[in-house]
C-alpha cells in the first residue's frame, strides 16, 4: 500500500541507484559536449560569441539538477496528491502562450512564456503532468478501466482538450507524444484492448484529417515521403540530416569536424543534433546514444515492476509514464533526423540544447530514481 507523506518523508532511504545516475549524468555531459559542437560557428557568426549556446545550456543544466537534487528528496505521495493541480497549472500556460503579447511567437508558433532571462515552453511540462495525473487516475479507477467511459473516453476527452490547445499554437508534436504517452499508460495500466483499438483508429483517422486539412502539414508530409525532389524546399531540412549520416560513415569525422552545422542543417543543436552526432561520431556513437536510451527506459520499467511487487501502484505507473515518455521522444527525434518518420520539432532528452525540455526531462528521471529509493527502502524494511 502507498505511504502517508509523514512516513514516506521519515523514511531512511537508499542511494540513488547507480545505473540510472550514470546514463543520465552521461547524457547531459554528452549533450553539453555536442551542443557546443554544433552550436559554435552559428553562435559566432550570430552572437560574436562562440560559446554563447554552450553558456546557455551550462545555465540551463545547473538549473535542471538543481530541480532534480529536490525532486529526489520529495515522497511520491506528494506528486499524488497535486497531481491534479499541476495538470490545471500546465492547461493554464497553454492558454497563457496564445494570448497576444504575453506568448512569445518564434517562427510562427506561439509556445512560450517569457520569464525575463529565458523563456518556458509550458507543453513541455504538460507531458509530465499528464504522466503523473494519468497515474493516479489509473489508480482511482483500477476496478472500472474495462468500462468505455470509465477506462478511455474521460482521458480521450482530456486529451481533445489539449489538442485543439496545441494545435492553436501549433505544436503537433507535443500533441502527438501526449496522445501516445497516455494511450501507452491507459494500455499497461488495464484498458479493454477493444476500446483502446477502437479509440487509436478513431485517433489515427483525426490525424490523417487535420494533416490533409492543413497545406503546412500537407506541404511537411510530402517533403518527408519525397525528400530529394524538395530537396531546396520542404524536403531541405531532411536531405542535410542525411548527409550527415551519410558523412559519419562507421566511425564519424570527429568531434568538432561536422561540415552540416555550417548553416547546412538548420537547428542543428536542437532537434537535428542526433544528425551532428552521427557525423562526428558516426554508426558507433549512435549505437552508444541509442544504448544509453534503451537502459534508462528498461529501468523504468524494472523501477515500475518493483513499486508494484510492493503494491505502489501509483508510483508504478508513473515509473512506466515516465519511460513511455523519454523513450518516445527519443525514438521520434531519431526517427525524424534519420528520415524514417516526419519532422516533429521535438528536443532529444538530456541532449538537445532546449532550457524546458532538459529541465522536463531532469525532473521526470528524478522521480525514476526516487521510485526506486522508495522500493527498495519497503523491500529492507520487510
Not at 534519420?338 to 532529444?348: E, F, I, R, S, Y
Request: hydrophobic fraction near 55%; proline fraction near 3%.
Amino acid at each position: 500500500m502507498a505511504e502517508t507523506y509523514e512516513v514516506a518523508a521519515k523514511r531512511r532511504l537508499p542511494p540513488l541507484d547507480p545505473v540510472l545516475l550514470s546514463v543520465v549524468l552521461a547524457l547531459l555531459a554528452f549533450g553539453l559536449t555536442m551542443v557546443y559542437s554544433a552550436s559554435a560557428f552559428v553562435a559566432a557568426q550570430r552572437t560574436g560569441h562562440s560559446a554563447y549556446y554552450l553558456l546557455h545550456d551550462c545555465v540551463n543544466i545547473a538549473i535542471s539538477l538543481l530541480a532534480f537534487a529536490l525532486v529526489v528528496q520529495i515522497p511520491m505521495v506528494f506528486w499524488r496528491q497535486v497531481s491534479p493541480y499541476l495538470l490545471m497549472i500546465g492547461l493554464f500556460g497553454l492558454v497563457m502562450v496564445l494570448i497576444p503579447h504575453v506568448g512569445v511567437r518564434v517562427n510562427g508558433s506561439a509556445r512560450w512564456l517569457p520569464l525575463g532571462v529565458a523563456n518556458l515552453q509550458p507543453s513541455e511540462f504538460l507531458k509530465l503532468f499528464l504522466v503523473l495525473y494519468l497515474a493516479g487516475y489509473l489508480v482511482r479507477r483500477q476496478d472500472r478501466l474495462s468500462e468505455f467511459t470509465h477506462g478511455i473516453l474521460t482521458v480521450a476527452t482530456l486529451l481533445m482538450v489539449t489538442g485543439v490547445l496545441l494545435l492553436l499554437e501549433p505544436d503537433m508534436g507535443s500533441e502527438v507524444i501526449l496522445w501516445a504517452v497516455a494511450f501507452g499508460m491507459l494500455f499497461v495500466g488495464g484498458v479493454r484492448l477493444s476500446h483502446f483499438i477502437a479509440v487509436l483508429v478513431a485517433g489515427l483517422g483525426a490525424g490523417v484529417v487535420l494533416t490533409v486539412a492543413s497545406r503546412y502539414r500537407e506541404r511537411r508530409i510530402i517533403g518527408f515521403l519525397h525528400p530529394f525532389a524538395q530537396a531546396k524546399g520542404n524536403g531541405y531540412q531532411l536531405v542535410q540530416s542525411l548527409m550527415a549520416f551519410g558523412r559519419g560513415g562507421w566511425f564519424g569525422r570527429g568531434l568538432g569536424l561536422s561540415l552540416q552545422k555550417l548553416y547546412y542543417l538548420p537547428a542543428a543543436h536542437t532537434d537535428f543534433l542526433f544528425a551532428i552526432i552521427a557525423e562526428e561520431f558516426g554508426f558507433l556513437g549512435v549505437l552508444v546514444v541509442i544504448g544509453l536510451f534503451a537502459v534508462l527506459v528498461v529501468r523504468a520499467f524494472q523501477i515500475a515492476e518493483g513499486a508494484r511487487r510492493f503494491g505502489d501502484l501509483y508510483s508504478s505507473f508513473v515509473a512506466q509514464g515516465v519511460g513511455i515518455l523519454l523513450g518516445l521522444e527519443a525514438i521520434i527525434n531519431m526517427g525524424v533526423n534519420m528520415g524514417v518518420l516526419p519532422t516533429k520539432g521535438l528536443a532529444l532528452p538530456l541532449l538537445s540544447y532546449g532550457g524546458s525540455s532538459t529541465l522536463m526531462s531532469c525532473v521526470a528521471t528524478a522521480l525514476l530514481l526516487r521510485i526506486d529509493r522508495e522500493t527498495r527502502a519497503q523491500g529492507a524494511s520487510r
